[in-house]
């Protein structure tokens, strides 16, 4: 799968400064499926928007946007839903969790829909990410940075073609971030999936194919 | 998909739901007890009527201060007779023709105290007469007239003139063996012909002193000089007497008839007018309990906005996230059909009860009418409620 961009810039953009972005100023871009992308930015140069616009969250940009050679403008509601479910996953900054479920009852919430992985591998990713001991707690009383590997664990549980990951490691110290990062490359590679990261300034994340400055 | 249930579910207000299922609930009882009960009393009311035995009904005009002064005729002319023709209620309509000859009758003999007195014969066609007599019909051959004098008549003399003024009573069968003359006199001093006349049977139908319609009209021919006049009188049949219409229509028009006869068209009126006041106050209150059940979803909905937004982000479809809501909707309308139907058919049980008491025959169960009245109403809302959750949840999906 891929996803191309022609002259897409979100309406808020174009009141701001975009000079020198490789992603806002492009004639065209194009992410293909299997390689990952690093956008790299500070804050407010759109780094969400980028994300939601892709996953159809965002429609109010100019320009056009292809999944594969069909534009996302003529997505149904169901052809979102089936996209969600099984095309692109996303790890959202604003994490989206439902306080009321235990953490694992929210990792199943996504998991039953495709039953792509069994219990013992969502127990198993936890444990590699800290979390197993949280697993049976309510999502709302979890600190910040245990609910982020939360919902990495949720993005994780479903087929996808390309993985969004916005800012998924923000609240994490250097080794978990790695750890969390390995899980993400294995799970993708799995997968052949295509990765978009963005994060403010992650250094020290290795293996990215292409960085793209915003 | 349990989660999401019980994601959904928990933003529910339970004094709405309650709410909007009891008033529904009591809605739906009044509605449903209204429609058995109508029917039941409807099925009474047509048995006592006897429904198979069609109705004769004679009406006659007012009579008013114009007509004792002369002014105005109190008869029926050909318009105002075609107009009552074309009542649907009226299966079979007759005028009374009437003598347009004087006539008298007398007696002879030893067996009776002579008297004599002038009289009016009217006649109408056979198939209106409630009795039924070899001897009635008119042979020139034989000159016997047969004739059918109002039952009403016979009880007079025999209830009340006859015990006061020291007369004997005389039986039905005594005074149709009384002979007595009937003098039909035409124009002219001397033109007149005596024939002999009988009564061959009372009438609890027609108030008149009646005679064969084929006697009457040959009579009319020979004798006959008086200006016609229209008639007086009308007689018709109705298959369906608690017909309301007749009663609106004799009083639209000022007609006027033996009420007594119309009691089952009047007490339909009144029954209808109870029944369809009933139905609109239950039509009120299953429309108001209908809006709280709309809007306690909606509120859910939007309550759960966020929640929705969330789960259309995880990739659920709207029609997916509305689903917890349409299982509530179709648990609460069930619940409603059920206990609606089952308090209706207790209701109907306990009438039955009581009007068997009366010996009233009530059904002791529910009218088919009544389950197709209360599925269709649950469709209806049902159809309407799920309508309005799809279009709730899809305007907060992308």
Same mark, same amino acid.
């Given at each position: ?18 000079? +020198? ?19 790299? *930015? ?13 996953? +159809? ?87 910040? +940075? ?61 293996? *990215? ?6 | ?22 008033? $529904? ?318 308090? $209706? ?8 009860? $009581? ?44």
């Amino acid at each position: 799968m891929t996803i191309r961009f022609e002259k897409m810039i979100p309406l808020p953009m174009l009141e701001q400064d975009t000079s +020198g972005s490789e992603v806002w100023e492009a004639e065209s871009l194009l992410l293909e499926q299997g390689l990952s992308y690093v956008v790299e *930015a500070p804050s407010g140069r759109g780094k969400t928007s980028l994300l939601s616009v892709i996953y +159809g969250i965002r429609t109010d940009y100019q320009g056009v946007v292809f999944m594969d050679d069909r534009e996302l403008v003529s997505f149904t509601p169901r052809d979102w839903s089936l996209t969600r479910k099984s095309k692109l996953s996303f790890i959202f900054q604003g994490l989206e969790l439902f306080d009321d479920l235990t953490a694992l009852e929210n990792i199943r919430l996504k998991n039953n829909m495709t039953a792509y992985h069994t219990e013992e591998r969502i127990t198993e990713m936890a444990r590699a990410l800290g979390i197993e001991p949280f697993l049976h707690r309510k999502a709302g009383i979890l600190s910040f +940075g245990q609910q982020q590997r939360v919902a990495i664990i949720r993005a994780l549980c479903q087929p996808f073609n390309f993985l969004l990951a916005d800012e998924c490691f923000s609240h994490m110290d250097h080794e978990n971030r790695l750890t969390a990062y390995d899980l993400i490359r294995e799970e993708c590679e799995a997968r052949k999936a295509g990765l978009i990261l963005t994060s403010l300034n992650e250094t020290g994340l290795p293996n *990215a194919d292409v960085s793209l400055k915003l | 998909m349990r989660l999401l249930y019980q994601i959904l579910w928990k933003d529910h207000s339970r004094a709405h739901l309650l709410g909007a299922f009891l008033g $529904t609930l009591a809605g739906f009882v009044l509605l449903l007890a209204g429609i058995q009960f109508y029917m039941d009393i409807k099925v009474v009311l047509s048995e006592n009527r006897d429904l198979l035995d069609p109705e004769y009904i004679v009406i006659n005009k007012k009579v008013n201060i114009g007509n004792t002064l002369g002014l105005t005729v109190g008869g029926f002319t050909k318009e105002e007779f075609a107009e009552i023709e074309a009542q649907p209620f009226a299966d079979q309509v007759a005028a009374f023709n009437s003598n347009e000859f004087p006539v008298q009758a007398y007696t002879e003999g030893e067996q009776v105290p002579n008297f004599i007195t002038d009289l009016f014969f009217e006649a109408i066609p056979d198939e209106f007469i409630d009795v039924k007599s070899d001897d009635w019909q008119w042979d020139p051959e034989k000159g016997t007239i047969p004739v059918i004098i109002p039952q009403d008549y016979l009880n007079l003399y025999n209830f009340g003139f006859a015990p006061s003024q020291g007369l004997p009573q005389i039986p039905k069968g005594v005074l149709s063996m009384i002979n007595f003359k009937l003098r039909l006199q035409g124009q002219g001093r001397g033109n007149y012909d005596d024939y002999n006349g009988r009564i061959v049977g009372f009438s609890n139908r027609v108030s008149s002193i009646l005679v064969p319609l084929d006697f009457l009209e040959w009579a009319n021919e020979k004798y006959g000089y008086f200006n016609k006049n229209d008639p007086s009188q009308i007689i018709l049949v109705s298959k369906d007497p608690t017909d309301p219409n007749i009663i609106r229509f004799l009083e639209e028009k000022g007609y006027d008839t033996i009420r007594e006869k119309l009691k089952s068209s009047r007490m339909n009126i009144i029954l209808k007018f109870v029944i369809s006041f009933l139905v609109i106050v239950a039509a009120i209150i299953i429309g108001l309990a209908f809006l709280v059940f709309l809007l306690s979803l909606q509120l859910m909905i939007s309550r759960s906005s966020e929640k929705i937004r969330r789960l259309n982000k995880l990739g659920f479809h709207y029609r997916e996230i509305s689903r917890p809501y349409i299982l509530l909707l179709f648990l609460l309308m069930a619940g409603i059909t059920g206990l609606s139907l089952l308090l $209706t058919s207790l209701l109907a049980g306990q009438l039955h009860e $009581t009007a068997e008491a009366w010996s009233l025959n009530i059904s002791p169960s529910l009218h088919g009418i009544i389950y197709g009245t209360a599925l269709g109403l649950i469709l209806l809302i049902s159809v309407a409620n799920v309508a309005a959750i799809f279009i709730s949840t899809k305007k907060l999906c992308k």
